[in-house]
């Protein structure tokens, strides 16, 4: 059973499509942070960014950005955030890759600041170790 962007791709329910191309759709969050909130999802149901292709990806960064500056050149938007929630411990609630643009205004309050924790430099050279094996 496909994900509701699947309908939204078929044209089986509405939404608010702004882009289209081979690769991509991208369409306004029906629950935004501000007006102009959009998501680019690639065609083809990917899960999210484990499971999508580097060019699929690319592509969804490109869309992203020319859609960062729409924002900012139609609806002033001062600063844009690009989000992609992978997995539902990452807050992920629908299993189709998308990528959230968010539009920013100064001191808007949109998002509280990210948990941070103090690590050790033992702690960070160990970690980076790992990930460049
Ligand atoms: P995420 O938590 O990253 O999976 O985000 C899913 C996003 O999809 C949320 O921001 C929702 O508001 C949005 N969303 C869910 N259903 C629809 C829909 N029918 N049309 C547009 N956006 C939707």
Known sequence: MGTIFEKIIAREIPAHIIYEDEM????????????????????????????????????????????????????????????????????????HAHLHVVPRYQDDQAFTSPHRTEVSAEDLAATA?????
Do not use: C, W, Y
């Open 24 to 95: 991509v759709v991208a369409f306004l969050d029906i629950k935004p942070v501000h007006l102009g909130h959009a998501l680019i999802v690639p065609k083809q149901p990917f899960v999210n960014a484990f499971d999508a292709p580097g060019d699929t990806l690319a592509q969804m960064m490109k869309v992203g950005s020319l859609i960062a500056k729409r924002l900012e050149t139609t609806l002033g938007a001062e600063g844009v955030n690009l989000i992609m929630n992978n997995g539902a411990a990452a807050g992920q609630e629908v299993f």
């Open 129 to 133: 170790e790992k990930l460049r094996a």
